[in-house]
């Protein structure tokens, strides 16, 4: 059973299937009635996957088909059991071969008008569909459609304030004057994703920044400033070593940096050199608390590659995330402690 009550006042129990759904698949795909095929790609036997499956079948907009990649579960019946009662669900089963390729099988193995990406242990509101479908009717010629969301934990609980879909141009995207839409939240053209050539099969980390950023430079996207994903954080997330992830996100812009230079478009250029001072200058911070759990732990190698990181990429801003977590440190060590209070008066 889902449940997501509290994050916009509603609760969606069990499943949904109706006439008007088993309907338009009849007629599957128009421009009046665009259909929507949903990826999960996955490698596990996601404790989560139920409610994830749950949250597509409780959609208002009847138009979606259901694809799960199968990328090397060690129990695909526990898969095949999942979609057994989803009229019209597929499971593409291949060898383990990451998140990217995975993705990029369901985009092969769908027919769908737009795409939408589900992870297999996150949940969409019910009006997600509907709300983004309709959005896109009104501007087709934009690329994607994205979103905001909330957070969750393990036990689906919405915690903290999530974030917003602000509008914003793709060259603020491309620039980092505003943070880009997240994987999760994207409705994406069938017809775009295709001719980008879908996800960079040579990134293992990184890879949605990747593919966010080619899709930025294929045109417009429209912002539905709703909550419609929930991202759940949990022990069992997907996530690479900060330092892994930080290179990978530089090697996604500098590829794009000389894409951008090798056809002469030097207005994108000049954008993703912004986008990538920014990726360094923020990320500075992050690599000094990292060099100081090594020295913590007396790990030689990972301070050594942190230090190497920064002194490369962004010198002068880890130097200044230093002397801000020294001051911190001094105000620290100065500050009395509840038992060093000053004394009271002195009595005559």
């Given at each position: ?148 969301g909330w957070y969750m934990g393990s036990d689906g609980t919405p915690f903290g304030r999530g974030w917003p ?88 812009l500098l590829m794009q940096i000389e894409s951008a230079r090798g056809r002469g478009d030097e207005t994108t ?30 790990d030689a190698t990972a301070f050594a590659r942190e230090l190497a990181w920064a002194s490369r990429s962004a ?34």
């Amino acid at each position: 059973m889902l449940s997501t009550e509290g994050t916009d006042g509603f609760r969606v129990t069990g499943a949904r299937l109706n006439n008007e759904r088993e309907t338009l698949l009849l007629g599957w795909g128009s421009m009046s009635d665009p259909t929507v095929d949903v990826i999960i790609a996955t490698n596990r036997a996601s404790p989560f996957l139920s409610e994830a499956l749950a949250s597509v079948r409780a959609q208002t907009w009847a138009g979606w088909r259901i694809i799960i990649v199968d990328d090397g579960c060690s129990d695909p019946e526990f898969l095949r059991s999942a979609v057994r009662d989803i009229p019209d669900a597929r499971i593409v089963r291949q060898p383990p071969s990451g998140a990217s390729a995975a993705r990029n099988t369901g985009i092969r193995a769908g027919s769908g008008d737009l795409i939408a990406f589900l992870d297999d242990d996150d949940v969409w509101h019910p009006g997600r569909l509907a709300a983004q479908v309709s959005a896109w009717q009104a501007a087709t010629d934009r690329v994607a459609v994205y979103c905001g969301g909330w957070y969750m934990g393990s036990d689906g609980t919405p915690f903290g304030r999530g974030w917003p879909a602000v509008q914003a141009s793709s060259a603020q995207f491309l620039g980092a004057d505003v943070p880009p839409p997240r994987i999760v939240t994207l409705l994406v053209r069938r017809t775009v994703c295709e001719s980008m050539g879908g996800f960079n099969e040579t990134f293992t980390l990184a890879e949605d920044n990747e593919f966010i950023l080619r899709l930025a430079q294929e045109g417009e996207m429209v912002a539905v400033d709703e909550r419609l994903v929930g991202y759940r954080r949990h022990s069992m997330n997907m996530s690479g070593a900060a330092l892994e992830g930080r290179l990978a996100n530089e090697r996604a812009l500098l590829m794009q940096i000389e894409s951008a230079r090798g056809r002469g478009d030097e207005t994108t250029a000049r954008l993703l050199r912004n986008h990538l001072r920014w990726v360094r200058r923020t990320s500075a911070p992050a690599s000094v608390r990292h060099m100081a759990a090594a020295v913590r732990r007396a790990d030689a190698t990972a301070f050594a590659r942190e230090l190497a990181w920064a002194s490369r990429s962004a010198p002068i801003h880890t130097l200044a995330a230093l002397a801000a977590k020294s001051a911190t440190a001094l105000r620290k060590a100065l500050r009395p402690s509840r038992g060093d209070a000053p004394p009271g008066p002195c009595k005559r």
